[in-house]
């Protein structure tokens, strides 16, 4: 048994508030990924490779954390997402807000949104691992990004 402390507490009643781990604490693997800011996030690289294994663990994810609010679909329409004063972003390319062009909107800035978490959409970082996330933008990218715009014909079926 070890004392527990929040990084939110103080080891020093005289200086109550944020202070850093103790000295010699090692992070523990699984844990957060540090990323200073929505900046920094959009900056990196996606290091793991868009291939069909990737996609499909990135679909299975997708599927459980995300489809709550931007649906099965990516376009925002989840069961969840419907009860939010901010409807979910939609993330296909049938979006009229955002192109999701790779240049304005880099692999990285989605990382980083479920990192850091956004307006309504909560921080998936102590959730999905780094590696997991990037699955995640890998299946965004290459299924529902790559997918025909969906007609108002083809929803109504």
């Given at each position: ?24 604490s ?26 069909e294994?990737s ?15 931007h649906g ?7 069961l ?32 980083g ?19 997991e996330?990037?699955h ?22």
């Amino acid at each position: 048994n070890t004392i527990s402390i929040k990084p939110g507490e103080s080891v020093d009643p005289k200086q109550p508030g944020m202070e850093p781990f103790p000295k010699r604490s090692v992070p523990v693997k699984g844990t957060t990924v540090f990323v200073k800011d929505q900046e920094a996030a959009r900056n990196m690289v996606n290091p793991v490779a868009a291939n069909e294994q990737s996609v499909a663990q990135g679909a299975q994810l997708f599927n459980i954390y995300c489809t709550p609010c931007h649906g099965q679909s990516g376009t925002g329409d989840g069961l969840v997402g419907a009860k939010l004063i901010m409807k979910p972003w939609n993330l296909t390319n049938s979006n009229d807000m955002h192109t999701w062009n790779t240049k304005d909107y880099p692999d990285g800035y989605i990382f980083g949104y479920m990192t850091l978490g956004g307006a309504v959409m909560p921080s998936y970082a102590n959730d999905l691992s780094p590696t997991e996330r990037w699955h995640v933008v890998n299946y965004v990218r290459k299924v529902l990004q790559k997918a025909p715009p969906a007609t108002a014909a083809a929803q109504a079926k």
